[in-house]
């Protein structure tokens, strides 16, 4: 492995425990302070920002300015197997008895929309790229957010059917990882492409932790009774 | 094969009767008067509308209201497997002894443009199965097409390296025709998406029709040297 | 006026006499061979088209590669002076008898499709400048395109009231005209520059008369009962 | 004015008085902890997002699925009154005396990149009316954001000459203001319309203060010496 992937691979490491120790959801999940609506929730904004992920990533290979054949095959390749993977969060979510219909589902919330809309940017108009970045941690997460998800998984006493999204998802996205780090290491070339696929890597991560606090957000004032808009949960 | 999948097919096979019985380069071609120089501005034409069918073809599965699971799915392995395949025509214009670089290619034609045109709008803002209708044609062209190809074939003695584009890819095509027809059967479900389609293939066979005209056109005037645009050639 | 504009100017010239004397739509006017159905089904089709171009004007000025300052406020001055124009086109049909509500209006044909598509592209990855190719006789189409509407008003006895669009709009452009050729010569600066509105302008006038040649022709098989998609006119 | 109307002024207030008192700008300011680098690097990050402003703007007016015809103008003629407006940030950098040319600058901070992204989505594929929530707040700004500016302005003696985008801006746009207020009354008809324009105008006013944080801990890292990205200004 380059030195540079290795940077970015420290990098990511280096973000996770930030964004780990400063966050809301994190230490509600810590201190145990939760019931399923808490999972629910977080199952829903996952399912609205998975929506657009593989549409975002088709949108990198059909830009005009990305000329690399290779590159461009692997981003419709990721593309195709990013497909639907939104409906094993609606399914996690089903399976917790939440059988509220789709068209029916609030709109993402502002940190969901903040996270969707930067994917599309930097896919549409930055560095071509910049996108390999999200993918560096995003298919490569449980080590660390593993134990979150597991002291989820244990307070509700969740089935394996209940976390489709988050356990088997992360198995097969193992595959996704090397996958990604080969490709990073393969298409940049330049100081400018490295550096977009680390600053998308750290933006992306810091903005998935902001839609995880807005979880926990939303949660307390559910909680408390202050707001009835995931009431249906 | 449902009904409606024989009328696509049956207009389609009037078109292109239609199509070749007026169009000049057939004509040219049937004639036999032409040289090399018309082959390779044909290829450069097919080159330049090439570079853009893999990311037309993704922007159809990256729509947000194309919720089709698995035609968003179909989308994006036919995107990839269409990518570069420009290079195939670049290739043949190699090997028929063009070395310009590419930046140093003249824009597409009119004509090309407006075929160009057409299938971005008709993937970014027609219906989303519209497409399909430009693929129930362009992958199965050989049957209609190939009597003009063999007359350029054997006209100008060319060799099988010299038709990776038009003879190996209508191979490798023979399988995706199938794939477009199943695609077809499988995803039109309104009257509106078969007549989407039917209209596509009607038009973009059209317009290619059109593109033709315009390569016999250039070639005419290069020929009685009226124009040096195309004296790299 | 410099030499540059002469010219493109001439070559508009040029086109709309090619156009117009080999326009199916045209001969069917000249001969009188019509009836208000047909000038029906034309208002229908500009409806169409021109809902559009506002819009595709105003992307040309949103374009992050377009950077000329002084032409990116025409661009949008011009969008916000086209604004609804497509109502006036309605406004007739309205005064013509037709009252079907616009959600019910059958599709645009595949050749104002095209057309609407080309604008669209050259607009959004075209030179930037290649619109004002499209302005330039668009806004300022009375001079030869005139005949054509008189013999259409005189053969039906249209009021005023009736033909808004084709004529106190063409008043309207008079002004419209002058800034795109001042626009023409201000912004461009290179020869790509001005090929691009040359080949722009020549291509959508082209492409706009096959439009015409649409209706023509489903016109006629409305006439001859062979077609009832218009029957509603 | 209506009840709604007060309402999101009344939010727009709050999140102002929220930001300010959590920006660490803003802690900075008030402290006086800084020279006039901060100053420049506000500009040049207050430069790279209203590059994009008349150009997100317009795009709303652009979208096939608005079809207000009043409001398609509104987002034009605002569009055409930002054009350029970055160039204020740009002239009053240059009076501060940076020379770098515009390509050498170093690419937005991942902050700006974000309301940048954010700017973009909402205008390109969330309720139409949603942007006017950032105008909302974005032309009105100075009586909040006054202070924070008085602040820069008197300890490091800047001249009306170095401050044309904070000052003279804010006195043009207060027209704008009203004329945004008048919009959002005229053009809001459903609770979704509404909402739209409150979330964008708390989830935009909320990304500013971000890049203002940004801007602020950038500067601290090149007052200690930590990094000379901004050693240029």
């Keep these: 492995m380059s030195t540079r992937l290795e940077e970015i ?54 830009r005009v300015d990305n000329q690399n054949i290779h590159y461009i095959k692997y981003c419709f390749k990721h593309a195709y197997e990013e497909v639907g993977h939104e409906l094993m969060a609606l399914h996690d979510l089903r399976q917790m008895g939440t059988q509220t219909p789709v ?17 599309y940017h930097i896919s549409q108009r930055g560095n071509p790229l910049g996108r390999l970045g999200y993918s560096a941690w995003a298919e490569d997460s449980y080590e660390h957010f593993g134990p979150f998800l597991q002291r989820i998984q244990s307070k ?19 595959k996704h990882a090397d996958q990604v780090m080969k490709a990073i290491e393969s298409y940049c070339k330049t100081d400018e492409d490295w550096e977009a696929v ?35 949960l």
Tied chains: 1, 2, 3, 4.
């Design 156 to 174: 509700l006493n969740l089935t394996k059917a209940q976390m489709s999204f988050f356990v088997e998802h992360a198995v097969v996205d193992d």
């Design 198 to 232: 680390a600053e998308v890597a750290v933006t992306s991560l810091k903005l998935a932790s902001g839609l995880l606090n807005a979880v926990a957000r939303e949660y307390l004032k559910l909680q408390k009774g202050e707001s009835d808009r995931y009431s249906f």
């Design 9 to 62: 691979k420290k990098t990511i490491k280096d973000t996770w425990q930030e964004v780990l120790s400063n966050n809301m959801a994190a230490h509600l999940v810590a201190e145990g302070n939760f019931d399923e609506r808490f999972y629910k929730l977080y199952l829903l904004e996952t399912y609205h920002y998975t929506f657009h992920n593989a549409r975002n990533q088709a949108l990198v290979g059909a």
């Design 103 to 119: 068209e029916k589902f609030p709109s993402p919330l502002p940190e969901t929309k903040t996270l969707i809309a930067y994917l």
